[in-house]
């Protein structure tokens, strides 16, 4: 049995021999301390949902973005370490819109009606050599319109969701990128 070991080569830190729900504490603590020490990412400002030690959020501080942005980061334990590619690509080009169709109809009942979410796109591929759903979307409805930018990474035993949202669509974009590549992992075996 083996379990993810996250290191951030910008700190230098590495948790070894931790079972995937510690190397998800780890992964985020490593990752908050990431983006207070490596000088490209000290803009932004990073706190851990309360009930939660999978996920975090980061926030562009005032004036270091070219338009407000957040990025939500997310681990949990993958349903598969391999999955299958044709599987991938048929759930990013069937479920991921019909999921899209339902939340607007929700929405289009709700107490807030006039918001709606535009699939601009949503595909199977692979990020930095791990089988990925990648999809873009706008939500509209609001002031201006949004643009979430997220991958959905099968990275050995773990799920890593990372989601950027901002009213720029290559900020979003780039911000995705910029988390996607701060992370390194490595898988090791359990201790016995």
């Not at 048929?90 to 991921?96: E, F, L, P, T």
Request: one cysteine or more; aromatic letters at 8%.
């Amino acid at each position: 049995m083996k379990s993810v070991v996250l290191v951030f080569s910008a700190i230098d830190r590495t948790f070894p021999k931790l079972p995937l729900q510690v190397a998800a504490i780890a992964f985020l603590a490593t990752l908050l301390a990431t983006l207070v020490v490596h000088p490209a990412m000290a803009k932004w400002a990073g706190s851990r949902n309360f009930f939660s030690t999978s996920s975090s959020e980061f926030l562009c501080r005032p004036l270091a973005c070219p338009a407000p942005s957040k990025v939500t980061a997310r681990i949990s334990s993958s349903p598969t370490r391999s999955p299958d590619r044709q599987a991938l690509a048929k759930y990013a080009s069937q479920n991921i819109p019909a999921a899209v169709e339902q939340a607007n109809l929700n929405a289009a009942s709700s107490l807030a009606p006039g918001r709606k979410i535009e699939r601009l796109s949503s595909t199977a591929t692979e990020v930095r050599g791990y089988p990925t759903i990648a999809q873009e979307m706008r939500f509209v409805g609001g002031k201006e319109p949004v643009y979430m930018s997220k991958v959905t990474m099968f990275v050995k035993s773990a799920l890593v969701d990372i989601a950027s949202y901002s009213p720029s669509r290559e900020t979003a974009r780039r911000n995705r990128d910029l988390f996607v590549g701060a992370m390194q992992v490595e898988d090791i075996p359990l201790p016995r």
